[in-house]
């Protein structure tokens, strides 16, 4: 087991690192203040090779998983805000990806980023004003009409909401399934019946564009359902005959994201502690400098050893993802709980430790602070997340207990374990809520 990082991915990480430095930071208080899209950035991202497909079948190349978490975190270092403007696309298009025919997938992706030097914008639409992380009560419905269908309702907190080329919507299909009950669709650009509502004003990540997305009669072709109309009959006869269900289109989009958003928070988290050090380098409290004495080592301590035990998390779950081991005990859950809890604990002692000048605008720690929550907040709370994790265990434990009692009732009898019971603990757990 080598938990060291490759020559190539030390690289990478260094690569990044230095785009945040020199392109990232210096555009980062502008956009914060002014709340607009960093335009000239993701087309710097571009240029550096760091946003579009090219880039996306760099990160796929790792066999480890690790480049994925590296680049989160190294953006969020630069700017948590711009970092959401470069990355928010790859949400719409693994949304795609997880739930698109080979078809749709080579002719939807390329458009949540564009080609050349042309930029295009992508938006996975979930959350709606009832239902949040409830992933299962999503109101805004999917009709069939001839070869069309219908979308209507709303989205919110929407990343490139509105303003996006291409919306991942998420609709309901056959209310009394739940999950199972929905699909996916594809609704570009300029498609009558699509609106951006509000434009949300935040305490953080200001720089990404967030607003609600209206669907009214919005009609849209039948190929613009992602997997096909066959695909989805096949999940609505499932669930009608009370089979079990496959992890939602939705809810799996979530799953492959978890890490990414548990090394976007660790950006954050890394910034405000070097930061620090070098802020209480050099000062001193009674003739002893800061660094030296005991109750800010012991801050110091505890918030290393906290970042470190969080990215441990992030890069096991990132591994795990990437070669398709099942996340039975909840891992990838794990890794944005730890996370997001981490950055969050991390910002504001770290502000404590600076003291007043924490809580000016022109003090870094204060924009990392604000920037934080969200991480604890969006694609599932911490609260939801410790819910997945807690029945994800419990079920592990059980389907472990029932293999034992299998294999004791096998040996007493001089039989073979029932070949289901076998199947059951090796499977990946299907997932109840974002």
């Known amino acids: 087991m080598d938990f060291a990082l490759n020559e190539e991915q030390q690289e990478f990480k260094a690569y990044c690192r230095r785009f945040a430095v020199e392109v990232m930071r210096p555009a980062a208080r502008k956009h914060d203040v002014e709340e607009s899209v960093p335009w000239e950035i993701i087309k710097e991202a571009r240029n550096w090779g760091l946003h579009g497909i090219e880039h996306l079948q760099r990160i796929a190349s790792d066999s480890d998983g690790q480049f994925s978490v590296i680049y989160a975190e190294e953006l969020h270092w630069g700017c948590a805000g711009i970092a959401l403007a470069i990355q928010a696309s790859s949400l719409a298009a693994a949304g795609i990806a997880s739930s698109g025919t080979p078809e749709q997938i080579a002719q939807w992706v390329p458009e949540c980023f564009g080609t050349g030097e042309e930029i295009k914008l992508g938006a ?132 492959v994201t978890r890490p990414l958003v548990g090394a976007s928070a660790l950006g954050i988290a890394q910034a405000s502690y070097e930061w620090t050090l070098e802020y209480l380098d050099g000062r001193s409290e009674n003739g002893t400098p800061l660094l030296e004495t005991q109750h800010i080592q012991q801050s110091l301590a505890d918030v290393a050893t906290e970042i470190e035990a969080a990215r441990l998390l992030v890069q096991r779950a990132a591994w795990m993802g990437r070669n398709g081991i099942p996340m039975t005990g909840g891992q990838g859950s794990m890794s944005k709980l730890k996370a997001g809890d981490v950055t969050m604990y991390a910002t504001t002692k770290l502000m404590d430790m600076v003291g007043p000048y924490a809580s000016e605008t022109d003090c870094p720690l204060e924009k990392f602070f604000r920037d934080a929550k969200i991480y604890q907040l969006f694609e599932g709370t911490a609260e939801i997340q410790r819910l997945v994790i807690s029945r994800m265990q419990a079920r592990e434990y059980r389907e472990r207990l029932g293999y034992g009692a299998e294999l004791a009732a096998a040996a007493v009898n001089g039989t073979s374990p029932n070949a289901e019971v076998k199947v059951a603990v090796t499977r990946e757990p299907e997932k109840t809520t974002a």
């Not at 004003?201 to 919005?218: F, M, Q, Y």
Request: neutral net charge; charged residues 30%.
């Open 124 to 255: 996975y639409a979930v959350t709606e004003p009832q239902a949040g992380s409830d992933v299962k009560s999503l109101k805004t419905t999917a009709t069939r009409d001839g070869d069309e269908w219908v979308l209507n309702g709303t989205k919110v907190f929407i990343s490139n909401g509105g303003i996006a080329d291409v919306h991942v919507i998420v609709a309901t299909v056959d209310q009394d399934l739940g999950t199972r009950g929905q699909a996916s669709f594809i609704v570009p650009k300029g498609t009558p019946g699509i609106s951006q509502g509000k434009k949300e004003s935040k305490v953080g990540i200001r720089a990404s564009h967030t607003a609600e997305v209206v669907l009214e009669d919005c009609r849209i072709p039948m190929e613009y359902l992602l997997g096909g109309p066959e695909k989805l009959e096949r999940k609505l006869e499932r669930g009608r005959s009370g089979e079990k269900s496959r992890s939602a289109d939705a809810l799996a989009t979530f799953e």
